[in-house]
């Protein structure tokens, strides 16, 4: 296998919305290229980066995986990402470490969610990127109105370099308008073209798509603009030499044409990628930090030292975790030791490898800008740089948004925990949008994704892959307990049998503190009436019985406990019964004090197009939710509100029906207030009824 440098290398990553073809197209490329012997097909499984087994019965891509082909010598490396929403950063993790991005959309379709947000992406990480309208073999595909989608969407920047040769099911071929040649396809799904002449009745109309391509890579410098006027055109190499310049600088987003499925176009994209998109060494330079945190630029030539960021972890149940990473300047070599600047420690590199799909193809080194795996990895993950010890430059990576929805999760057999959480640990380094915790309140295992599909998936995984059974159940809502208004109690416990009997009495003042406040216990005690030794033991068993709660099984919050007075027994009393006398006193004075439920409050951002926000906004308010304000950012808008956690728990999914995917929100914990009486009066209810179930299970 030729070690490849810089120049030689493009890497492409392959993004758009779920069912554009981007498989499938990968495929094709792999095919044409002559790196796989059949072309592989998501319908039965065959395709190289699809090739997770929930991947395949699921006939879509979960994660994102890479491939490579070698074409007239360039090496085009292909990372393929995943389109469904609630994977959406396996794409931007791919296009993290890519040097340009392709836009998948289909000819039915058009401009998508996905195709919005991966855009966004490419805008945020400066991306040169090509467009390719796929499945336009489809009936009702139309490649005249998916264009005029994405110059509405996107901006007369996109343009085309090729023009299809028949619609629909007659579909046959593309017209190159860059080298003024149709590749006219034979149906078999073989690849095999004839590239020739252009056809006479689509000829006037190549001629003037030509003339407008010519036209839109002459306004973007001011040499070629001059000779476009003075020569009444610009000639083949002003025109491929323009053209790249101008993908390079953004100015111009070429569309090309395929039906990968029946495998027509592919040859005409192979050559547009190697010839038109930029190299990985186009940008000399790369930026980091250096040691002490600062900013700084480093030089990217393969000569350098070496640096690669860890874009992504997956486990492989032959070589264990293995890590995928770009190189970003320099060498990197084969056991050899290198230092992870993001943790501050050295690591041992083994061997490197070349991923096609899950093959792994071993070679000694590789080089700035190439793409490249690593298995066992002893403490690096996803996000971290690695570099030469004496040259310590760390990337930044991305930040991962809050999950969207959280489930409580407990192992069907017992004494599985440790397990469960051993393997959630592993799937968290493949995917670290899934969260996993136990929450302090209600003492609940949580794990949380970016929707309940996600959630759903990575249960069949632990099933699967771990042998872990699991049961999903929403989470509890954390509420509490408080009084509204100061009681004065007593407790005493007494009690006699033969021998020693228990004596204890203690008389409190109960009364409200500020929300927030939790709970103080104040000793009043003067005179001995209970003496010292016993005081803890009634703040213990005032805290044991607030923490079981008096409504609803709750624990009790914001309120202050006076001990005032008491009286013991020179023999019958001790600390347990204090501690006893101490809940009574408690249990006494919750009855007289008003008590109350409350519910935690979040602010919650909700970020959507302004069509959304008059439903969006209504939708809150079912949900007792008050919005607090507005703030307008070009075509998105961000509402703010605070909203009680109980009405937010499936929030993801209707804020997906409402905005058709284009939403997203955070949640962020806020304060607790009181619940409204009505839905009290439900809550302690069905706590009562669970208690009584629980009893009588027992």
């Not at 190439?370 to 570099?387: C, E, P, Q, S």
């Not at 004496?390 to 990576?397: A, L, N």
């Not at 017992?414 to 959630?424: F, M, N, Q, V, W």
């Not at 009680?644 to 804020?655: D, H, I, V």
Request: contains cysteine.
């Amino acid at each position: 296998m030729k070690v490849y440098s810089g120049s030689e290398i493009r890497n492409v990553a392959v993004v758009g919305h779920n069912d554009t073809g981007k498989t499938t197209l990968v495929s094709q490329l792999l095919f044409n290229a002559g790196a796989q012997t059949r072309m592989g097909r998501v319908e039965d499984g065959t395709t190289v980066t699809d090739f997770d087994p929930d991947e395949i019965e699921r006939k879509h891509s979960i994660s994102s995986a890479i491939a490579f082909v070698e074409w007239k010598d360039t090496k085009i490396n292909l990372l393929d990402a995943p389109g469904f929403g609630i994977f959406i950063m396996e794409a931007k993790a791919a296009m993290r470490v890519a040097d340009s991005t392709v836009i998948v959309v289909s000819g039915v379709t058009g401009v998508e969610v996905t195709t919005e947000k991966v855009w966004k992406f490419a805008d945020e990480f400066h991306l040169p990127r090509a467009i390719v309208v796929n499945k336009l073999d489809r009936d009702r595909a139309s490649f005249p109105r998916t264009l005029e989608a994405l110059q509405k969407k996107f901006g007369k920047n996109v343009v085309p370099i090729q023009l299809p040769i028949g619609e629909e099911k007659d579909f046959k071929g593309v017209i190159d308008l860059v080298g003024m040649k149709a590749y006219l396809y034979q149906a078999d799904g073989s690849g095999k073209f004839d590239a020739g002449d252009i056809p006479a009745d689509l000829k006037s109309e190549a001629d003037e798509w030509r003339e407008k391509l010519i036209e839109k890579v002459a306004e973007g410098d001011d040499t070629l603009m001059e000779k476009f006027f003075e020569q009444g055109g610009l000639s083949q190499e002003d025109l491929i030499d323009g053209l790249k310049r101008e993908i390079a600088h953004h100015q111009i987003y070429p569309v090309l044409l395929t039906s990968a499925s029946h495998n027509v176009g592919g040859h005409p994209v192979l050559d547009a990628f190697a010839s038109m998109l930029p190299a990985a060494d186009e940008e000399k330079k790369v930026e980091g930090k250096d040691k002490k945190g600062e900013p700084a630029t480093f030089d990217r030539r393969a000569e350098a030292f070496a640096s690669a960021l860890v874009f992504k972890t997956f486990s492989d149940p032959f070589s264990g975790r293995v890590s995928l990473f770009r190189v970003y300047s320099g060498t990197l070599k084969s056991d050899t030791a290198y230092w992870n600047t993001t943790r501050d420690h050295e690591e041992r590199v083994g061997k490197l490898q070349l991923l096609q799909g899950k093959q792994q193809v071993p070679v000694s080194e590789l080089r700035a800008g190439d793409i490249g795996a690593v298995a066992k990895l002893k403490d690096t993950y996803t996000g971290d740089t690695i570099a030469s010890k004496d040259h310590q430059i760390t990337f930044d990576f991305m930040r991962y948004p809050e999950a969207a929805i959280a489930f409580a999760v407990e192992p069907k057999a017992r004494g599985d925990e440790d397990k469960l959480g051993a393997a959630i640990h592993r799937i968290i380094e493949e995917d670290p949008t899934i969260k996993f915790e136990r929450d302090a309140m209600t003492k609940e295992f949580l794990i949380s994704g970016q929707g309940q599909l996600h959630v759903e998936i990575v249960v069949a995984k632990l099933k699967k892959k771990y042998n872990v059974d699991v049961v999903l159940h929403p989470p509890k809502v954390p509420y509490r307990e408080t009084i509204t208004k100061p009681a004065d109690a007593h407790g005493r416990h007494k009690k006699q049998s033969g021998g020693h009997g228990q004596f204890a009495d203690c008389k409190i003042t109960m009364e409200p503190l500020t929300r927030g406040a939790d709970f103080e216990f104040v000793d009043e005690i003067f005179g001995g009436s209970i003496p010292r030794q016993y005081i803890p033991a009634v703040e213990k068993g005032i805290q044991d019985a607030r923490v079981k709660g008096f409504l609803a099984g709750f624990p009790v919050v914001d309120f202050r406990v006076r001990l005032k007075d008491g009286q013991f027994h020179d023999v019958d009393s001790s600390e347990m019964a204090f501690k006893i006398a101490g809940s009574l006193a408690f249990q006494d004075a919750m009855e007289k004090a008003k008590p109350t439920l409350l519910e935690p409050i979040f602010h919650v951002d909700i970020s959507a197009a302004s069509e959304y926000v008059g439903d969006i906004m209504g939708d809150l308010n079912s949900r007792r939710g008050r919005v607090e304000g507005v703030d307008a950012e070009e075509e998105m808008q961000t509402i703010h509100a605070r909203v009680p956690l109980a009405e937010m728990l499936t929030y993801g999914s209707t804020l997906r029906s409402i905005t058709q995917g284009r939403g997203s929100f955070h949640m962020e914990y806020s304060h607790y207030e009181e619940v409204p009486k009505q839905l009290q009066e439900k809550i302690i209810a069905e706590a009562k009824k669970a208690k009584e179930a629980q009893a009588a299970a027992h």
